[in-house]
């Protein structure tokens, strides 16, 4: 097997490369860096220690970065669905909306993990508080933009909906629940949670959902 996906089951960014496998249906292994051998391994091809990260054997090539991952993947790998349209124009609002969700739903919920693995005495109530209002801005924003349309881009499923995925879920999770408020969005994370390929990432995170089931929501 040519690709390696170096991940943890929980981490947000590692779902939305494993969308997009799932989607495609591309046969990869996946090697958790919670595995001491693996760790070892991961670290010496990332030293900033961010995941997920993908290898190549058969090329040699070392992919970082979950949107560029999923490109070297519709671009070698097209598997049974492009996630990139063909078409320039097309192509450029897929990757305006990854950007969108990764930079002002994605960064600001993950403040949220980051400052419940501080120390007591080291929380930082301010930046937590500014991460929610920007994740409650963007989600603003997205809910006027799904009230007429099935997925982030249109018609078809896209990168950018595995960018959404985690975003929403998890941010439904932390700065949440946002059903009454923000009611396009939160039909739209039903569509992406029932989403087969979105489902099975679910499924695999789920012996690791009690690590954040004692965190309470910022209201």
Request: overall charge negative; some cysteine; proline content about 9%.
């Amino acid at each position: 097997m040519s690709l390696e996906l170096f991940l943890h089951p929980l981490s947000s960014y590692c779902h939305k490369v494993l969308i997009a496998f799932y989607e495609k249906d591309i046969p990869f292994q996946p090697l958790r860096i919670d595995d001491p051998a693996v760790a070892r391994e991961y670290e010496t091809l990332s030293p900033l220690k961010r995941f997920p990260i993908l290898r190549d054997t058969d090329s040699g090539r070392v992919v970082p970065e979950s949107t560029i991952i999923i490109e070297y993947l519709d671009t070698h790998f097209p598997g049974r669905v492009k996630l990139i349209p063909d078409d320039p124009e097309s192509a450029l609002q897929v990757r305006l909306r990854d950007r969108f969700f990764d930079n002002y739903l994605h960064t600001p919920m993950q403040k949220f993990p980051d400052d419940q693995l501080r120390p007591e005495g080291q929380k930082d109530t301010y930046g937590l508080q500014k991460a929610r209002a920007l994740f409650v801005k963007a989600l603003t924003l997205l809910d006027a933009e799904m009230a007429d349309r099935p997925w982030a881009a249109g018609e078809s499923f896209t990168m950018a909906d595995c960018a959404a995925a985690p975003a929403l879920s998890f941010g439904n999770r932390f700065f949440g629940p946002f059903r009454d408020t923000h009611p396009n969005a939160f039909a739209y994370l039903e569509r992406l949670m029932a989403r087969p390929s979105y489902a099975r990432a679910l499924g695999e995170a789920e012996p690791f959902l009690h690590l954040i089931s004692d965190w309470q929501p910022v209201s």
